[in-house]
């Protein structure tokens, strides 16, 4: 009998294996150590936020988990260790990131954004399709596809730079503070539109942001950094119905 | 009404020249953000390599072929091993990089071929007899050839950016080399290939270059000042347009001959000045050029 335990057990730690995983992470630029021991989970079809004030290191974190910016401490996905974390790698392992400040093929189309997006990607016709989805779910794209992308307001520049990421059909879509100087009504949309990623299409998101009240409503899990580290975590319920925590963390 | 012809089509098959190497310098500019000052250089060593298989009894225009496929080698090599670990560091390291291939590579021609002037054998009809008649002026086969050469090139390259989905990986690190690696570009591969590219360009300049300058010899300064020329054409058009680089190139020959032809009171070495002092007016006021889109913050 001891047989099916062993595969019981080693199935359930197969489950247990998070998308992403950060252990004992530290980044920084150059001299500069700006997160210190971050130790962060992300499952397969979850929606986590990270929250905390300015220079808390929130867009530090997003660039290190895409590459952007090296670290030391181990970075797992599926539970390997990713031996070199850069861009394309982690895009191809299904992790991808809207940057803070969009990021932007400001010089070239709408169109050729979208294309963009799907290069890690075969099959025009489904690259022809995700466009056309895109288009629809965020309607002024759909009208400016041949317009150069440098001439769009900011917000349809963040919903291109969504869609751009997610022509690459992601499996956790990392997003660094998309509210970021953009109209309430168009971060309301924009966060409805991330809400239904993830319990609609089972994307993981993994969202870095300033505006905590909306956030909230989407995330199922929280973290808090503070000065680099991660000063408290738990489930989303929990720091919206406590009134101390949220006075002292998030403002409100 | 004949020399002003003969001045046109001279100066348009040296403009042709100009507007080659100029697209080369644009290519890599496009995508790098760098001036490869030694573009001249690549082009002179193929040209070698297509003469000493030439002796070897290559017909030309395999010879061309082969020294294109190895401009092409050569660039991306360049890039991968000479450039790319010292891009990190500063703008100006990398000019100097370009400058030291530039010396490197004309002392490597001298060493391995020799000092001696080369005869360099035709790839298009040459003789004085080949040409057609316009209005009493000759339009030599060979300055066709070049011209069509040229707009092959142009033509190729428009849509090679436009149409292809490499293309659009060359058009993506060059806007934004972060958010092209972000959607999954292999950033190091497109920028080796476009060097490769723009050698590859360069050699075909010099092959279809050398057997037109006069005398028709190939030797170790041949495209020092055609270089010169062709970065202030590329400049002139704006370093990242294509057809910048056209307008430019062109442009530049053109004025380049008439006043070979007509402003004889300026004197020999005269006529350069002043192409280039009209260079510097244009980009006085508009310093990224007349087409360049891109703001240039240093060069």
Redesign the interface.
């Known amino acids: 009998m001891s047989a099916p335990s062993t595969s019981q057990s080693s199935s359930t730690r197969a489950e247990a294996a998070p998308l992403l995983e950060l252990d004992g992470v530290f980044a920084g630029y150059g001299s500069t150590t700006v997160l210190r021991d971050i130790n962060l989970r992300v499952q397969a079809g979850e929606a986590v936020v990270v929250l905390g004030a300015n220079g808390a290191g929130k867009t530090t974190l997003m660039r290190t988990i ?1 590459g ?1 910016i090296p670290h030391t401490g181990r970075i797992r996905v599926d539970g390997n260790q990713v031996s070199r974390v ?3 790698a982690m ?2 392992l299904g992790i ?2 809207v ?1 803070q400040g969009r ?6 189309s709408v169109r ?1 954004n979208l ?6 990607r075969r099959g025009a016709r489904a690259i022809g399709t995700d466009i056309d989805r895109w288009c629809e779910v965020f309607r002024p794209l759909g009208q400016r596809l041949n317009q150069v992308a440098g001439t769009l307001s900011g917000g349809e520049q963040q919903m291109l730079a969504v869609a ?2 997610m ?2 059909r992601p499996r956790l879509l990392l997003c660094d503070e998309v509210s970021l100087g953009l109209a309430p009504l168009i971060v309301q949309g924009l966060f409805e539109v991330l809400g239904q990623l993830n319990s609609d299409q089972g994307t993981a998101l993994l969202l870095v942001e300033q505006n905590a009240e909306l956030a909230l409503q989407v995330a199922a899990r929280v973290y808090l950094l503070e000065v680099g580290s991660v000063a408290a975590s738990g489930p989303a319920a929990e720091f919206q119905h406590n009134d101390a925590i949220r006075r002292a963390y998030l403002g409100y | 009404m004949q020399i002003f012809l003969d001045r046109l089509s001279s100066g348009l098959t040296a403009g042709s020249i100009y507007v080659l190497i100029a697209l080369a310098l644009v290519v890599v500019f496009r995508c790098s953000g760098t001036i490869n000052f030694a573009q001249g250089e690549f082009a002179l060593f193929t040209c070698f390599v297509a003469w000493w298989l030439s002796t070897k009894g290559w017909p030309l225009a395999l010879a061309l072929i082969a020294s294109m496929a190895v401009g092409f080698v050569m660039g991306m090599v360049a890039e991968r091993a000479l450039i790319r670990p010292v891009r990190r560091r500063s703008e100006v390291a990398t000019l100097i990089v370009g400058l030291g291939l530039f010396t490197g590579l004309n002392g490597a021609d001298g060493w391995i071929w020799g000092p001696a002037d080369k005869t360099f054998p035709e790839l298009l009809p040459h003789s004085p007899n080949d040409y057609i008649s316009i209005a009493g002026s000759r339009l030599h086969y060979d300055s066709i050839g070049i011209f069509v050469g040229m707009l092959l090139v142009v033509l190729l390259l428009t849509l090679l950016f436009n149409r292809t989905p490499f293309g659009l990986q060359m058009r993506a690190v060059a806007t934004n080399a972060e958010s092209a690696a972000l959607s999954g570009v292999k950033v190091g591969r497109v920028l080796s290939v476009s060097w490769g590219i723009s050698a590859a360009i360069g050699s075909f300049a010099g092959v279809l270059l050398v057997p037109v300058l006069p005398p028709n010899q190939l030797d170790l300064s041949s495209f020092f000042s055609i270089l010169i020329f062709a970065s202030a054409a590329a400049l002139f058009g704006g370093l990242d347009s294509v057809k910048g680089a056209v307008v430019g190139g062109l442009g530049l020959g053109v004025v380049e001959s008439m006043l070979n032809g007509y402003g004889t009171f300026l004197g020999g070495s005269l006529q350069l000045t002043l192409a280039l002092f009209i260079i510097v007016v244009v980009l006085v006021f508009k310093p990224t050029g007349v087409f360049g889109a891109r703001r240039i913050e240093r060069v």
């Open positions: 895409s952007l850069r861009p394309d895009l191809r991808g990131l940057p990021g932007t093929l400001t010089g070239m050729d294309r963009v997006g799907a290069v890690s751009r990421a022509m690459a």
